[in-house]
């Protein structure tokens, strides 16, 4: 496969990969400034296609990734390349631990809302978890940190 098409497929799954991200943190920040619990489940649901966006891209960047390096002779052992295999996989933990949290989350206002959709709590103390917060404000920071490794490879 020639060099271009490694590229462009690369290039793809990274836009995918952070679009999605920042799709899912935008919803999700739409969510906590929300009251009623109908509304706060149908912005987190709308974070549910986003997660294929971002799975896809992930996959792609690193498939089309490693093509690359091995294309390029770029030593995987390199500072930037284990900085950022180290920056996805906390992104894969964390976005699996932070995505459940974030599930159930959705679960609790859609039985809110079923119920009488009255703002709760219960549901404003999830919404707005520090520990929650703290996980998913570290994925976008994470993710911000690859697309710089990726554009300036120090």
Do not use: C
Not at 31 to 45: G, N, V
């Amino acid at each position: 496969m020639s060099y271009h098409w490694l590229l462009f497929l690369h290039l793809t799954g990274a836009f995918l990969f952070v679009s999605g991200a920042v799709a899912a943190a935008v919803l999700r920040i739409a969510a906590m400034k929300r009251e009623h619990p109908s509304e706060i489940a149908l912005l987190l649901r709308a974070v549910r296609p986003a997660v294929p966006l971002i799975v896809l891209g992930l996959a792609l960047v690193v498939t089309f990734g490693l093509f690359l390096a091995d294309r390029l002779d770029d030593d995987l052992a390199a500072g930037w390349l284990v900085a950022t295999f180290l920056l996805l996989g906390w992104i894969v933990l964390v976005g699996a631990l932070a995505g459940g949290q974030d599930r159930h989350t959705r679960e609790l206002a859609e039985r809110i809302a079923a119920d009488d959709d009255q703002p709760s709590a219960e549901l404003a103390a999830r919404l707005r978890n520090p520990v929650n917060l703290a996980l998913n404000g570290s994925l976008l920071l994470a993710t911000v940190a690859i697309v710089a490794l990726m554009v300036w490879k120090p």
